[in-house]
């Protein structure tokens, strides 16, 4: 494996110390079958941000099929047309930065026109969403954008300025 995430869920043998490197990095290791095989769970982190409007592009790129069909596929649902954007406070956007390294879930376009994003799993409570990333180099740190297969807003009865908490699985 090149990193800790990619052992989640996966049934391995820990040799010698690494047991105790692995919880250091805040994973849970459960004992499966044998005295030797493992198996790890992820660890979930909250992150809270303030409900912001967007430019409006959420629109557009969450009806593309491409986009739909990929959502489906690895992730379980039909996005909403549109996200949800949170501004994240300085604290909260280092653990954000910190979880966007653990990996995520490639959102591949058709074609070159169009940018590639990582998306992430998460909950809005009982809302099973995603984080979409856009692999753009300018996109701000401090946003997050939330696609789910509800909109948020009205669903969990928020607005603009609210502060809304999301958990993601790591």
Known sequence: ???????????FIILGKTREWIEQSGYTINLSRGENKYKMSSREKNIKGKILSGVGQGVYFTQL?????????KLGFDPY????????DKKNEKTYQDILKEGG???????AEFCGSKSYPISLGKIKAAIILPSV??????IVE???????KEKL???????????IKI
């Open 157 to 167: 009865q928020v607005k603009d300025g609210d502060e809304l908490e999301f958990t």
């Open 65 to 73: 099929e491409w986009v739909k069909s990929q959502f489906k596929e």
């Open 1 to 11: 494996a090149r990193n800790l995430s990619e052992l989640r869920g996966k049934e």
């Open 81 to 88: 047309p549109g996200t949800l954007n949170l501004k994240l």
């Open 137 to 142: 180099s300018d996109y701000p740190r401090d």
């Open 105 to 111: 879930i490639d959102i591949v376009p058709p074609t």
């Open 146 to 152: 939330i696609m789910a297969p509800v909109k948020i």
